[in-house]
Structure formats: structure tokens, C-alpha cells
DNA sequence: TTGAAAGCGCTAACAG
DNA sequence: CTGTTAGCGCTTTCAA
């Protein structure tokens, strides 16, 4: 029925090893048993098993990425970074998403390291023990994108956390702002507890500020919750506002236009994420650009340099960010 | 090195038949020899090879999904449908953008085919002849995802395009409107020009008002494309928008915010997807539900069948839409 | 430059 | 309820 490497052996009169190597392209074919070879896999339209080919050379040329949401822009610009470089060095990708569920990761990585993907490409704002645990064993290489593992065993890219929340908060502070609103996502990410809270207080500390914990709002990092966020944080009255991601603050901007707020005049607002939704937003907004879309394609990039057994520079990658300024920070 | 079904058989005194019985929940093994083996299995933490299962058995419990750009929020909701059916069905999911690049789709139909994934859903604004003949003759079930294929040769799950187009224009003109734009996506894509665009003018004509081309602008459905549209339409001087997306939508409500218009009382938006963006507009966009998500999830599940040979009742599947009514029309 | 042959790890009759 | 035995379609030594 389906025709097989023997058929075009047989047809081509030559054996299946010639074909193989036709088929891989190896060069010990003479050039007359390579023409005559390829005319027979055209005429019998013959399309090489990938199964059968990975279970006798032990690669599947497929890589795993388990990612929280990919209905999530932010988890989508990172999975076509990644797309990307797969398909550049001729990957192709399982993409599944864990909603951040630590049991569905454990099985997601079980169920990828059984379809035998030749890596996997890792995202998760909190990695238990036992995952990393079971990363470390892991057969196959793995690199963590955007995802922090204190302990550094994992191959992992992300950009500086605690240097971005630090600097958007020590403008804040230059442009004179006392009061200081720091609208979070959850705390139970690593990144955003030890890394944005820790810099948040540490920039008040350095400018002599009390911390106040009324300021700080966990959330969950959703538009209505940048609206609720900004309606409890009234009653303290602050004047800037450092928000976790664009979505959010959106929903700020829009709390603060209820209660009859003009941004940047009676408050500025910092986002997070800098996705095409800041320029849609009015004002516009100023943001922290987080290039998740780079993430991805450097993750990819790093993953495969493991899969090639190639020389790795540096384990911890560190990408630049910047802060894309707009109209929801006064301007000089 | 790596442990497989073979060692577990030599430690469990038992065959590989008996071994592949428990691991595939296989009823006719004795609770204690099945004991047995699973206590070996967890001792030498053995992994199932789904490589060497995919080739013995000719399935691989994996689907192939090929969409325009997952980082586009659209396809992404439609991603996130397709892979909770197939999580739902133990499926896994080969995502690949396409970029609605007809050699990219070829390459990939052909790439997936190799990998012997045991079905597609495929989604592109148009489905060009020869795509459709590779389609027909793929060995694999192929379902099309908010798709068009005219001759109705390959399985298919939308919406009632036309339909959902007649009933915005037709309640525009219901309330009075005589100059009504058409802010439309590509016309290369059968969808907005044999489908919305024809409701467009069918519902006009049925009104006796007369198509005016100035009114219809054509754009590549981006938030800037949007803005512009909306000062191009100015000299025609619409009360009326029909636009094609969300992100679209947003522009032209800015266009008009920048020509002093006020929505809905100086025109009428009615925007088609009701993403998320709807509601974080100002004013908020009323909205043609276009459900993804459903569509995803449907189409999977159609998939499903057919890689089950289950009976098909329908092979166009069309789902309900509705409007969903927000600020930008106005209230009775 | 080419071929023969031995697997890769598992499933699926078939037999008992 | 369990074991034996062929493959699945390809890559990869090893020889020639």
C-alpha cells in the first residue's frame, strides 16, 4: 500500500542503502545511481517514514515546548519565537500547554520524553522541586525560557527582572514621586516576588521612601484586575503606577479614568510587557519591553546547540530589555 | 542504557506480550502478574518508546496543526481549542505557522505526512487548488478550521459568514443608516470577499440603497490599517462601520477619536471576533462572537472521528455566531 | 561506491 | 491468561 524505501530500491535496482543515502543526501552515491534513484522515488511518489527513522537513528528532528497558555499573547509571541528557529535548523514542534498546573507538567514532560523529542523548551513561573528534579534526569536537553530555577542547573534565558522593575521605580523616584503603586501578578512566581517586589523595595529603600504594603497589589494579571487594582489603591493616592503587564494596565488606566484620573498629569503609569496593545492603549503606554519573542528564539537557539553537542557559552542567558517610552509618562 | 520493554519482561519473568499488555491497560493479564510487571516498570523506570510504538502500531497519537501565525491572537484562541479536545483525546499537537505561505503549507502538509501524524487541522484564508489536491490524497484525515473550501471536498467546521455579514449591515440599516463602510480584511481571502463583502452588498441591494465602492476599504487587518481607514472613509462621511476584526476596530475608533467623531453618536461601530479587545475598547466594541474557540475544539473533535472511523453525521460543520452589543452602537 | 544484515523498541496476530 | 514470532520502515556498521 504505502510505498517503503524497499519498493524503491527494488524499482531502481540498487538496495535500500543506496536509497538511504540518496534520501539523506550522504555523497558516496555515484551521481548516475543518484539521478536514477530519485526518478524512481518521484515516480512511485515515495515519502521517507519519519517513525521508522527515528527509531533506527534515535532522533525525531521534533522538540517539546511546554508553555502555560497559549492563548495568552505573551505565551504566543514566545512560542513563534521559537517556531522560528525550529524551523530554521529543520525542527518541528509538540506545543502543549501546562496552564501552569504542576502535575500537567510533570506528565507533559513524561508524555514528550516518551514521544523521544530530541529537546524541550520550558516555561513556568514557579519550578517545583520535583520538576526540576525531573529535568535534571532527563535524557534529552532541556532550556527554560523566560522561567527562573534558582539554582541554576537548567539552561534557562530571561532578561534582568530585578534591573528593569529597579530602574522603571528609581524614574519614578527622580521625577519626584513619593507615592508609588506597584500592581503585581501573582506572587507565587518566583520573578515577580524575588526579583520586580524585591527591586521595587530595595529602589524605595535606596532613596531613603518607607515602604508602604498598601501600595502593593497582587493580582492576576488580568484587565479586570487592573481595574479593581486601581479602584483599591485610590485611597492611598498614589501618583505612579508600575504595572505587571500591558493587559493590566489597561485595566489601571481605565480604573483611574472612572475615578476621573488624567494620566500622565495626576498619575504616570509603567507597564510591563510592551506588546502591540501599548501603542492601542490612551494614552499610549510607556513600557518595560520584555522581548518574549526573543526569549523563544534564543532558547531554541540555545537548545540546539545542546542537541548538537556544541561548546555552550554561557548557560544563563541574559537578553538586554529596554523602556519604550510613551504618553502615560510625563515626557521632558 | 536506556531500559526497555525487553528488560522489563527478563526481570518480571514474563514476556514482552505480557508487559506491552499492561502497559496498554491490555484486560487479559492476572491482576498479580500485572502487579508484578508494574513493580518492575516503577523499579527500572521504564518510559514506553512511543517512536517504536508509532512504527509497530502505525499510530502516533499525534495531530498536526497548521495555522497562518500563532503569535496573531486569533489563531492562537483557535490553538488553544484544537489542543484541549486533543489533550481530551490523548493527542498531541504538531503546531506549525504557515504564514498563509502556499509553499510553507505544501512543505509542511508534506513534512507532517512524513512524521505519520494521524491527522490535520489545517487553517488558511484560501485553500489554492493544488493545496486541495494534496489535501484530497493525503493517506491522514484533514479537517479545515474556519476555512473555506468551496468544493467541499475536505471536512470543515465555520461559521455562517455571509449570514453573521447580512445581519450587522441589515441592523444598521434598520436604524437608519444610509452610508454604511465595509473596513474589510484582505479580498484574497474567500471569506471577506465571497462571503462578507457579498452580504455587505446583497443587504444594501435589498434595501435599495446603491454599493458605493468609496465606502469599502480594503486593509491587512492591523490596528494602524484601521486608523487609516477611518480618516480615508472621512470625505465619504460614513454614520456606519462594519469592520472585519477587533484590532482593526480599535483603529478606527481612533481615526474617528482623531477627527473629533463621537462613537456611537456620530457613527456606529460594529466590529467581528469579540476577543478580548472588545471590551477593552473605548467605547467598548459591539461584535460579531466569532468563536475561535469553538471552532478549534470542533474541528478536533471532528478529527477525532475521522482517525476513529467514527460515523460522520455532517462534514461542514457551520456553528452559531451572535452580536454581541456594547458601547460603540447605540442602546434602544 | 555499493550491498547485506542486524537491529531500533514495540505491537499484533496466533497458538496454546 | 500468557508466550512466540514476525514484522513496522529505516539507519548503520561492516564488507566487498
Redesign the interface.
Known amino acids: 500500500m504505502?510505498v517503503t524505501i524497499y519498493d524503491v530500491a527494488r524499482e531502481a535496482n540498487v538496495s535500500m542503502a543506496t536509497v538511504s543515502r540518496v534520501v539523506n543526501a550522504n555523497q558516496n552515491v555515484k551521481p548516475a545511481t543518484r539521478k536514477k534513484v530519485l526518478k524512481v522515488i518521484e515516480e512511485l511518489g515515495y515519502?521517507?517514514?519519519?517513525?521508522?527513522r527515528?527509531?533506527a537513528s534515535k532522533k525525531?528532528t521534533?522538540v517539546g515546548v511546554i508553555i502555560p497558555?497559549?492563548?495568552?499573547?505573551m505565551y504566543?509571541?514566545l512560542?513563534?519565537g521559537i517556531?522560528?528557529i525550529a524551523?530554521m535548523y529543520r525542527y518541528?514542534?509538540?506545543?502543549?500547554?501546562s496552564d501552569q498546573n504542576e502535575n500537567k507538567e510533570l506528565q507533559l514532560l513524561?508524555?514528550?520524553?516518551?514521544?523521544?523529542v530530541d529537546g524541550i523548551v520550558f516555561m513556568s513561573d514557579v519550578i517545583s522541586s520535583e520538576l526540576l528534579y525531573e529535568m535534571q534526569r532527563s535524557?534529552t536537553p532541556i532550556v527554560l525560557a523566560g522561567s527562573i530555577d534558582e539554582s541554576a542547573a537548567i539552561a534557562s534565558v530571561n532578561i534582568d527582572y530585578y534591573g528593569a522593575a529597579y530602574e522603571v521605580v528609581k524614574k519614578f523616584i527622580d521625577n519626584g514621586h513619593k507615592k508609588i503603586a506597584f500592581v503585581s501578578g501573582p506572587f507565587t512566581s518566583r520573578i515577580n516576588k524575588a526579583y520586580k517586589l524585591k527591586a521595587y523595595r530595595e529602589a524605595l529603600a535606596d532613596a531613603g521612601i518607607e515602604f508602604d504594603e498598601n501600595l502593593v497589589v497582587e493580582c492576576n494579571n488580568t484587565?479586570d484586575e487592573g481595574i479593581e487594582a486601581a479602584k483599591t489603591l485610590a485611597a492611598f493616592e498614589p501618583t505612579a503606577y508600575f504595572v505587571s503587564n500591558d493587559?493590566m494596565s489597561?485595566?489601571v488606566l481605565?480604573g483611574l479614568?472612572e475615578l476621573g484620573k488624567t494620566i500622565p498629569e495626576d498619575a504616570e503609569v509603567i507597564s510591563y510587557e510592551n506588546s502591540?496593545?501599548a501603542?492601542?492603549a490612551?494614552p499610549t503606554l510607556t513600557s518595560v519591553a520584555f522581548p518574549l519573542?526573543d526569549i523563544g528564539a534564543v532558547s531554541m537557539r540555545l537548545l540546539t546547540k545542546y542537541m548538537n553537542d556544541e561548546e555552550i557559552e554561557e548557560k544563563q542567558v541574559i537578553l538586554p530589555y529596554r523602556i519604550e517610552e510613551r504618553q502615560s509618562t510625563k515626557q521632558e
Open positions: 504505502t515519502r521517507p517514514n519519519a517513525v521508522a527515528g527509531l525525531t521534533t497558555d497559549i492563548s495568552n499573547s504566543a509571541e512560542a513563534r517556531e522560528d524551523t518541528n514542534i509538540i506545543l502543549s500547554n513524561e508524555t514528550m520524553l516518551g514521544k523521544q535524557p484587565y493587559e489597561i485595566g481605565h479614568g502591540k496593545l501603542r492601542m490612551r519573542y
